[in-house]
């Protein structure tokens, strides 16, 4: 997995939030979910994918763009919460739905799958995200498969694209 920096979110909602950009590529709101999403696909696979209102309207999602030649790029998604904790794998990026209960009512979230499965940090039965805007310090967290409350949570997952390859990269 590509690291890649985590944003403390001590700001979320100040005013002063910054626009950031990646190599050039603009990533969103500093401290927002969805920035840290954007710069991992632009940082990891040279992609990006069109603005979002809401972290949960990512699932809409079908194509990105490639940062260097501007040729479209599969976005997988996987809409079956189930399926898609239990088989994600680093480098997706896991989305939560907007209305269930909790802190991402208003907004869904999304979340970068740093290591699933027995890795070496998530243990057997579980997944590690890396998040902005989450509910850790750190910005990472473990997240059980057998925890049916964050299941039900979920979304899907996106999957960019890793076959993409163009003469700009």
């Given at each position: 997995?590509?690291?890649?920096?985590?944003?403390?979110?001590?700001?979320?909602?100040?005013?002063?939030?910054?626009?950031?950009t990646?190599?050039?590529?603009?990533?969103?709101?500093?401290?927002?979910?969805?920035?840290?999403?954007?710069?991992?696909?632009?940082?990891?696979?040279?992609?990006?994918?069109?603005?979002?209102?809401?972290?949960a309207?990512?699932m809409r999602?079908?194509?990105g763009?490639?940062?260097?030649?501007?040729?479209?790029?599969?976005?997988?998604?996987?809409?079956?919460?189930?399926?898609?904790?239990?088989?994600?794998?680093?480098?997706?990026?896991?989305?939560?739905?907007?209305?269930?209960?909790?802190?991402?009512?208003?907004?869904g979230?999304?979340?970068?799958?740093?290591?699933?499965g027995a890795?070496?940090?998530?243990?057997?039965?579980?997944?590690?995200?890396?998040?902005?805007?989450?509910?850790?310090?750190?910005?990472?967290?473990?997240?059980?498969?057998?925890?049916?409350?964050t299941?039900?949570?979920?979304?899907g997952?996106?999957?960019?694209?890793?076959?993409?390859?163009?003469?700009?990269?």
């Amino acid at each position: 997995v590509v690291p890649i920096s985590i944003y403390k979110n001590t700001a979320a909602h100040d005013r002063r939030a910054t626009r950031k950009t990646y190599r050039g590529v603009f990533t969103g709101l500093k401290h927002q979910c969805v920035e840290l999403a954007r710069r991992w696909c632009v940082r990891a696979y040279g992609t990006t994918f069109r603005d979002v209102d809401i972290a949960a309207d990512m699932m809409r999602l079908k194509s990105g763009a490639c940062t260097a030649c501007g040729r479209p790029v599969r976005i997988a998604v996987e809409a079956d919460a189930v399926d898609a904790v239990a088989t994600a794998e680093p480098g997706d990026l896991l989305i939560w739905k907007a209305g269930r209960p909790g802190p991402y009512r208003a907004t869904g979230h999304v979340a970068v799958v740093v290591d699933a499965g027995a890795g070496a940090g998530a243990g057997a039965g579980n997944i590690i995200v890396a998040e902005q805007n989450g509910v850790t310090r750190s910005g990472l967290r473990r997240i059980s498969l057998s925890d049916s409350r964050t299941r039900r949570a979920i979304a899907g997952r996106l999957r960019i694209s890793r076959g993409h390859r163009c003469r700009g990269r």
